[in-house]
């Protein structure tokens, strides 16, 4: 049986790229990929518990993949963010499906939380 998982780079924000392998069976979101693999420091990243309400999550998408839709929330989250570029992206917001074999994001600096 075919496996499930795909491949995603993934450069942390200490400049260090990881290749990790992701399920696209779980219902998983990149937010949830980042810290299975523990490549944000515990409590710096998905605070908000993947709700698109934090932007701990925010990342670059390097790649060319078609992502889905950004919703308001996400839209609105990313207004509000420090650093954020034309290719941001919350990472909660985006569901690890086999169409994103080969995805690569670079995790944003961590803002600062008031």
């Given at each position: 049986?075919?496996?499930?998982?795909?491949?995603?780079?993934?450069t942390?924000?200490?400049?260090?790229?990881?290749?990790?392998?992701?399920?696209t069976?779980?219902?998983?979101?990149?937010?949830?990929?980042?810290?299975?693999?523990?490549?944000?420091?515990?409590?710096?990243?998905?605070?908000?518990?993947?709700?698109?309400?934090?932007?701990?999550c925010?990342?670059?998408?390097?790649?060319d993949?078609?992502?889905?839709?950004?919703?308001?929330?996400?839209?609105?989250?990313?207004?509000?963010?420090?650093?954020?570029?034309?290719?941001?992206?919350?990472?909660?917001?985006?569901?690890?499906?086999?169409?994103?074999?080969g995805?690569?994001?670079?995790?944003?600096?961590?803002?600062?939380?008031?």
């Amino acid at each position: 049986m075919d496996t499930l998982d795909i491949t995603i780079k993934i450069t942390d924000r200490a400049g260090v790229l990881h290749e990790v392998q992701a399920p696209t069976d779980m219902a998983m979101n990149l937010m949830e990929v980042v810290r299975s693999y523990e490549l944000a420091p515990e409590g710096t990243i998905g605070i908000c518990g993947g709700m698109a309400m934090c932007a701990s999550c925010q990342c670059y998408v390097i790649s060319d993949h078609e992502l889905p839709e950004m919703n308001d929330d996400e839209d609105m989250m990313l207004a509000e963010a420090f650093y954020v570029e034309d290719n941001s992206r919350l990472g909660c917001q985006i569901s690890i499906t086999p169409e994103l074999e080969g995805l690569e994001v670079v995790l944003a600096p961590e803002s600062e939380v008031e």
